[in-house]
């Protein structure tokens, strides 16, 4: 597949999700400094905006 396939597979998958409701991730107080850590580091991996904004803070 060259660049622009690839771009229109994507681009119909995702018009196949209108509508979709994605379910959320509750954190909640972390036991342990270590644990928080952790946390942020899945959550960068999730949302790169999300996980700086946090890692700002």
Do not use: C, W, Y
């Not at 991730?25 to 580091?41: C, I, M």
Request: no cysteine.
């Amino acid at each position: 597949m060259n660049t622009q396939e690839v771009i229109a597979l994507a681009r119909e998958h995702l018009r196949g999700l209108v509508g979709h409701r994605f379910d959320i991730l509750e954190v909640v107080k972390p036991v342990s400094p270590t644990v928080a850590v952790n946390l942020v580091k899945i959550i960068s991996k999730l949302s790169p905006l999300v996980g700086n904004l946090i890692e700002f803070k």
